[in-house]
């Protein structure tokens, strides 16, 4: 079976598979967050290069107060419980977003995870954390701008080198989203140009192991052409 290397998954379905349970919005995005265990080492097993998942929108300060800080406090719930897992499983955890605008203690648990990690050789799993692709995009390109203003480079940019400028420079292989809904919900938008879709009905607290595997299976029934012909 051929392994995608870059996988992104948007996460979606917690607060629907909490409702259904009579249980509280938080209480999905608990589980959610054991799920990224799962998920994490079950890529690692597989052999991907790079997970990225959708953690947190630049949308999703809208939600109410409540659930931000949920949402907020959930890296450090989560690394408190699974950070030893990851590093004995040589996992490496990186971030894709804006985390200065999140409360300093979240940053702190996130930053420190990265700096204890950043010498693994296995799996780069990447929570993509008040992350927006347009924004990201806008980002790049002031960043390049000022450069050319600031005579540092030539005003001849080429897609490959552009995303350097970006939070995720490489390329999706595969792009999932769980729980039903068919958008990318201004995700990872410039680096999925040419990335195979696959939009199942499973929510993301239930995305197991085996959920994984089965995507990767249909992953493989697919004709990546990238625009040529065979
Ligand atoms: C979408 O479901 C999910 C989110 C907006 C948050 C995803 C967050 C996690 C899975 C946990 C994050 C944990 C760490 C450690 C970073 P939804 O709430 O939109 O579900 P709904 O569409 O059913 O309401």
């Not at 509280?24 to 054991?34: C, I, N, Q, S, V």
């Not at 030893?84 to 648990?109: H, R, S």
Request: glycine content about 6%; overall charge neutral.
């Amino acid at each position: 079976m051929k392994i995608p290397e870059t996988v992104a998954i948007i996460m979606d379905g917690n607060g629907r598979w909490a409702k259904k349970r009579g249980l509280p919005r938080t209480a999905g995005h608990k589980k959610g967050a054991d799920m990224i265990r799962e998920i994490g080492l079950a890529a690692n097993e597989l052999g991907i290069k790079k997970l990225i998942l959708y953690a947190f929108s630049t949308e999703n300060w809208k939600r109410p107060e409540e659930e931000v800080g949920y949402l907020c406090k959930l890296p450090g719930l989560f690394f408190d419980r699974y950070m030893k897992e990851l590093m004995e499983n040589n996992i490496k955890v990186t971030f894709a977003g804006e985390l200065d605008k999140f409360p300093q203690e979240t940053q702190n648990v996130v930053n420190k995870a990265v700096e204890q990690s950043k010498n693994n050789t296995g799996l780069n799993l990447c929570l993509a954390i008040n992350y927006g692709a347009q924004r990201e995009i806008t980002l790049g390109i002031k960043k390049y701008a000022q450069e050319v203003v600031d005579n540092k480079r030539a005003n001849d940019l080429s897609e490959s080198e552009f995303s350097k400028y970006l939070f995720v420079e490489e390329d999706i292989d595969l792009m999932i989203r769980t729980s039903g809904e068919q958008r990318l919900s201004n995700f990872l938008l410039w680096q999925v140009a040419y990335a195979e879709f696959i939009f199942t009905p499973v929510s993301w607290p239930e995305f197991d192991k085996q959920c994984l595997i089965d995507c990767i299976k249909e992953y493989n029934e697919r004709d990546r052409r990238f625009g040529g012909i065979k």
